[in-house]
Nanobody
Framework: VQLVESGGGLVQPGGSLTLSCAASGFSFGSYVMSWYRQGPGKEREMVAV????????DYANSVKGRFTISRDNAKNTMYLQMNSLKPEDTAVYYC?????????WGQGTQVTVSS
């Protein structure tokens, strides 16, 4: 299993970014996928989760209405569209899935929201 995030960077408050997670090594379309983040000095937290076929989603209260999770099973890729970014969204963002009893994480991509 390999999960590779991309799309992070530096953005001003109020700006937008789209993160991608390219998956390989497993049947991507059969598994729930999620985005987590870990800000400086904070614990890792769930940001958004999406069902295996993309028909169900859920979000942390802190990002509801601003972030949108999606997936393209034909491309084995998951996305996180982030709008109206705030400084408190600054974190390393991780792609995550679970297969049986094993948890899989990507290497993370840094998002910094600052003027």
């Amino acid at each position: 299993v390999q999960l590779v995030e991309s799309g992070g960077g530096l953005v001003q408050p109020g700006g937008s970014l789209t993160l991608s997670c390219a998956a390989s090594g497993f049947s991507f379309g059969s598994y729930v996928m999620s985005w987590y983040r870990q800000g400086p000095g904070k614990e890792r937290e769930m940001v958004a989760v999406i069902g295996s076929v993309g028909d169900s989603t859920d979000y942390a209260n802190s990002v509801k209405g601003r972030f949108t999770i999606s997936r393209d099973n034909a491309k084995n890729t998951m996305y996180l569209q982030m709008n109206s970014l705030k400084p408190e969204d600054t974190a390393v963002y991780y792609c995550h899935t679970v297969r049986g009893s094993r948890l899989y994480w990507g290497q993370g991509t840094q998002v910094t929201v600052s003027s």
